[in-house]
């Protein structure tokens, strides 16, 4: 079971870090604040060109392999809720480490249930 875990948590890291570089990528080329909700090709053609986006979807695709061996060998009951679990863990940490925005208690005690819950669905 250890090492399930270990590789669900290698699984969270990945993708987590995969979606943290593009949203750093996006910075500048899309702007993160207006009315419409939807881009333009031209945009999305500019966001493609982003060296960080491209590395994201490269590092967030490996985490996606990762959790495709996990599944294999892991019940899905198991591993989705743990991988999930992580994950937001990772996001928040990487919200607000690197990006620098804001998280409220109120945040860090949804997360803190969510994990608790993740863990107690995983148990057998």
Known sequence: MAGKVAQAVICAILGSAGIGLI???????????????????????????????????????????????????????VAAPLVAAAAWVVLLAFSWGI??????????????????GSVILSVR
């Not at 990006?99 to 608790?116: K, N, T």
Request: charged content about 10%.
């Open 99 to 116: 990006l620098r925005e804001p998280v409220s208690a109120a945040r860090v005690l949804g997360l803190v249930m969510v994990v608790g």
């Open 23 to 77: 949203k750093v990528g996006l910075q500048g080329v899309i702007p993160a604040s207006g009315t419409h909700p939807w881009i333009s090709l031209g945009t999305l053609m500019a966001a493609a060109k982003s060296p960080l986006v491209l590395v994201g979807m490269v590092v967030g695709f490996m985490g996606t392999l990762n959790y495709i061996c996990l599944l294999a060998k892991a019940d899905l009951a």
